[in-house]
């Protein structure tokens, strides 16, 4: 039997589900968003822009992922030594720490406690009316891959 699209059908809508406000409070902080996390720290605006670019690639429940040099420069419209240079500074900046692999795609992981902290330092600064600097960050903490 043909269906009348002129028909007039009733449309089916599924039930609402309550979800607990600390339910959803629980599952956001389990997992650490590291594009807005990074977008809240000052820093080189190209290297903000490579870390953004890297984080929208990470996975939110462990921070890790596996963007090749090529697939970064694609999606930043940098060139491969300023893709390099960038990650190399957010290194130094304790923002990720990076895996080389000979015929592979390089690991990299952001280590969330190290932004988190940048983050609040650079809060903290703005209410106290200073600016955040980048040597600030240099004392944060690393993790091995």
Do not use: W
């Not at 988190?116 to 903490?141: I, M, P, R, S």
């Amino acid at each position: 039997m043909k269906s009348n699209l002129a028909q007039k059908h009733e449309i089916s809508q599924g039930e609402v589900i309550e979800f607990p406000k600390q339910e959803r409070q629980a599952m956001s902080e389990s997992k650490f968003n590291y594009v807005t996390g990074i977008r809240d720290i000052p820093m080189d605006k190209t290297t903000k822009h490579v870390a953004i670019t890297l984080a929208t690639y990470a996975d939110y429940a462990t921070g890790i992922c596996y963007p090749t040099i090529k697939t970064l420069q694609a999606a930043t419209g940098l060139s491969n030594r300023a893709v390099c240079l960038h990650l190399s500074k957010l290194e130094e900046l304790g923002f990720i720490v990076s895996k080389k692999s000979d015929g592979r795609n390089s690991k990299y992981k952001f280590i969330a406690e190290n932004i988190k902290k940048a983050v609040t330092l650079n809060a903290q600064a703005v209410t106290q009316g200073h600016h955040f600097t980048n040597d600030e960050a240099v004392t944060l903490t690393t993790e091995a891959v």
